[in-house]
């Protein structure tokens, strides 16, 4: 499954760097799938959703840090955990419920993002 970040979050910033997908962004910013992955121009993802890597998409927080569930693959591929969890202060990144995802998903949005 995807990790999400809650309420509780102090937006102090250190998971963002720490996202090897760059999934995480700031509070109202915007968000795009080329971001931190090799994905460029239309793509048609996972999902069968062609979308274009380089627009800009809407934030899924105005107030918060967020994560997009379709960029998180917990950090499987790259980390034995999920990097944001481990680095956060408050224990504010935890799994998202509404996102529940197989090993072999994550393995194949890791792949799929980053062209492996």
Sequence with gaps: MAI??????INCGACEPEC???AIYEGADDWRYKDGTSLQGKVV???GEEVDADAAQTPISDDLY??????????????EE??????CPVD???PD???VESEETLLNRQSFLHNE
């Design 45 to 47: 993802l996972p999902s």
């Design 66 to 79: 967020y994560i997009v569930p379709s960029k998180c693959t917990e950090c499987k591929g790259f980390h």
């Design 92 to 94: 504010c990144c935890v």
């Design 20 to 22: 090897p997908n760059t």
């Design 82 to 87: 999920p990097q944001c969890a481990a680095v």
């Design 4 to 9: 999400i970040i809650t309420d509780e979050c």
């Design 97 to 99: 419920d509404n996102h």
